[in-house]
C-alpha cells in the first residue's frame, strides 16, 4: 500500500503562486498531479516519469506549471505561478502508472487532495 499525502493548497488571488506538495511513502518512477473542480471531471494536470525523462501538462497550465521530483525525499511538487481563477480545485498526487506511448495513465493510489482557491 502506497501512503500519499499533499500539502500547500491555499487561497491566492489571481496572477498569484503557490507550490504544491506531495509526500509518498517511497520512491516511485510515476506520479502526477490532478485537479477535480466543483461540478466538473476530474482532470490531470501534470504527470512525471523517471524524474522528468516524460512530463505531460494540460494545455490549460502549460507555461505556468512546473512539476518536478525530489527522489531523495520521496516529495513531488507542483510550482504554479499565474494562477487563475479557474485553476481552483481540489487538487490530488498520485503514484504509480501504466506507461502506454509517452502517455501516463491509470495511476493506482491517491492522496486525499489540498484545496486550491484563485479570487479574481
Known amino acids: 500500500q502506497v501512503q500519499i499525502m499533499e500539502s500547500g493548497g491555499g487561497s491566492v488571488q489571481a496572477g498569484g503562486s503557490l507550490r504544491l506538495s506531495c509526500v509518498a511513502s517511497?520512491?516511485?518512477?510515476?506520479m502526477g498531479w490532478f485537479r477535480q473542480a466543483p461540478g466538473k471531471e476530474r482532470e490531470g494536470v501534470a504527470t512525471l516519469f523517471g524524474g522528468g525523462v516524460i512530463t505531460n501538462y494540460a494545455d490549460s497550465v502549460k507555461g505556468r506549471f512546473t512539476i518536478s521530483q525530489d527522489s531523495a525525499n520521496n516529495t513531488l511538487y507542483l510550482h504554479m505561478n499565474s494562477l487563475k481563477p479557474e485553476d481552483t480545485g481540489m487538487y490530488y498526487c498520485?503514484?504509480?502508472?501504466?506507461?502506454?506511448?509517452?502517455?501516463?495513465?491509470?495511476?493506482?493510489?491517491w492522496g486525499q487532495g489540498t484545496q486550491v482557491t484563485v479570487s479574481s
Open positions: 517511497g520512491y516511485h518512477l510515476c
Open positions: 498520485a503514484a504509480i502508472c501504466t506507461v502506454r506511448g509517452g502517455t501516463l495513465a491509470e495511476f493506482q493510489y
